[in-house]
């Protein structure tokens, strides 16, 4: 360690005792900041990862479907103009082309954690007088179940479907008076019919969900759905949530058929979160400044107070470089402590609002997660801000001419 060092310390120790008050105020002052900046960093990625969840737990990441069919117009022939007028062709429920084979060169992609064959259309449960549309959803529960999260959702029976099973939501058993072990008859328009036994109850938390999806097995919804073999999308999910585009779009140039990630069928909630985090760092930005801005004008005052201390010390034999150290040890000494009184704060903020943000049932709204990074880089940037805070002060400090600063 350089004999130079105790010296610069101690000075920089001294001058902060000496103006005990404005030392208080501003550590003060970046504690408050850093606190916030902790708080308002760990909610908003609480929230975000909430809501991705909510998200990414019941949608698959990429949808592979056949491409839609086009209606094409008639050519002209030779020497004569024909006059078109082209419509929109209804869309029929139909396979995706040797589903298999892509199934398999989608399972060798080293991004793709699991692909799901899925066949959905509509029909209608029928119970005695009453019946039900509904969207019918043929599955394969070994991939699917680990596509989505349809286990945790289950309030009763099993998420494991046979060809002889039905998953019903709370409110459409709610609406045709079924429960657990029930018989249903449920049927599609080409005039297929199947008696299944409910064999599980699950709740989204979403009505309109809760109320129209059912979940059969794959075979049961190509037997009724007329599509033998066949599937009417694959599902995929990737080990990196955020590389769906990039890769939707490779599956797209090697397929041929249409792909759609959960960015851009989510497009304007992505657009949200973006946002959500541009406030967020914005929020970060003005707070750094502000605790800059406090640090600077601290050592500005003190640089005039002490300038006879200073022209002293210059005319004793301290160089430049000690003096401009001084001050920038205490701008850093300043953001380091508080820093620390900060993130304790930011910590007991959060702690707060957990036991405060609560629903009904005495679950939390969402979970927040403590990241021990976050406070080691609140720590380290309140350090750097309160060095750079001092840069000015600390080069006019050093560069006071010593007979001029002992005169005055």
């Known amino acids: 360690m350089s004999p130079l060092l105790p010296f610069e310390w101690i000075l920089a120790t001294r001058f902060m005792r000496e ?39 019941y949608q698959a990441q990429i949808v592979i479907r056949p491409q839609e069919e086009v209606a094409r117009s008639l050519r002209s022939t030779a020497g004569a103009e024909l006059a078109t007028l082209v419509q929109p062709r209804a869309q029929r429920l139909r396979s995706v082309d040797q589903w298999q084979t892509v199934r398999k060169a989608l399972e060798a992609l080293p991004e793709v954690v699991v692909v799901a064959p899925v066949l959905a259309g509509a029909g209608f449960v029928v119970r005695g007088d009453a019946n039900k549309a509904i969207s019918l959803v043929g599955i394969e529960p070994r991939s699917y179940l680990q596509l989505i999260a349809l286990r945790s959702q289950m309030v009763e029976g099993s998420a494991e479907v046979s060809s002889a099973d039905i998953l019903i939501g709370t409110e459409l058993g709610k609406i045709l008076g079924v429960g657990l072990g029930d018989k249903l008859i449920v049927q599609t328009a080409n005039a297929a019919s199947a008696t299944l036994s409910v064999s599980g109850v699950f709740d989204f938390g979403n009505k309109g969900v809760n109320e129209r999806s059912v979940y059969v097995a794959l075979r049961t919804a190509q037997n009724l759905l007329n599509l033998p073999g066949g599937v009417s999308s694959l599902e995929l999910n990737l080990r990196q949530p955020f590389d769906a585009e990039t890769v939707a779009q490779i599956v797209r140039a090697q397929t041929g058929l249409d792909v759609e990630s959960w960015i851009e069928l989510n497009a304007q909630f992505f657009s949200a979160l973006q946002a959500q985090s541009m406030s967020n760092n914005i929020i970060r930005f003005f707070v750094g400044l502000t605790a800059a801005l406090g640090i600077a004008s601290v050592l500005v005052v003190s640089v005039v107070q002490k300038s006879k201390e200073i022209g002293i010390l210059r005319a004793t034999g301290s160089s430049r470089t000690q003096i401009l150290r001084v001050f920038l040890l205490q701008g850093a000494m300043m953001g380091l402590f508080g820093s620390l009184l900060g993130s304790v704060a930011g910590w007991a903020f959060l702690m707060s609002w957990r036991a405060i943000a609560i629903n009904a049932d005495g679950t939390p709204m969402f979970v927040i997660e403590f990241d021990s990074l976050l406070f080691v880089w609140a720590a380290l940037g309140a350090t750097l801000v309160g060095t750079l805070a001092a840069v000015f002060p600390a080069r006019t400090a050093a560069r006071l001419d010593p007979a001029v600063a002992i005169r005055g």
């Not at 606190?35 to 990414?56: D, E, K, M």
Request: proline letters at 0%; aromatic letters at 6%.
């Open 19 to 57: 103006g005990r008050m404005q030392t208080a105020l501003i550590i003060s002052g970046v504690a408050l900041g850093v606190s916030v900046i902790v708080f308002i960093s760990a909610l908003i990625s609480g929230l975000q990862t909430n809501l991705f969840r909510r998200t990414l737990d």
